[in-house]
């Protein structure tokens, strides 16, 4: 009786171990909406001709903070600058 039990499970798991498997492989295909508009924007951010005050870069940086807010970016301003490649004022 024990044995079939076990039987039963272990092939449920191996259903399980298949399917979650397979959304893996799903995953690790779709597009990163995220990951694709940090690579843009860094491309946006270095190339931009900026004034001497930096407000070019500092309004791009802004908005692009916040479209990454929309698509999931948890961190702060300070943090996605970083991410862009600024450097910090002196």
């Known amino acids: 009786m024990r044995a079939a039990r076990l039987q039963d499970a272990l ?20 597009h990163d909406p995220l990951a694709s508009h940090i690579f843009v924007s ?14 070019r870069r500092e309004m791009m940086a802004r908005i692009s903070f916040n479209t990454a807010c929309e698509l999931g970016f948890r961190g702060g301003l300070d943090e ?11």
């Open 42 to 55: 860094r491309r946006h951010y270095r190339n931009v001709n900026d004034t001497k005050s930096g407000k």
């Open 80 to 90: 996605w600058k970083g991410l862009m490649g600024a450097v910090a004022r002196r």
């Open 11 to 30: 092939e449920r798991l191996t259903v399980a171990i298949r399917d979650v498997e397979a959304e893996l492989t799903a995953l690790k295909a779709e």
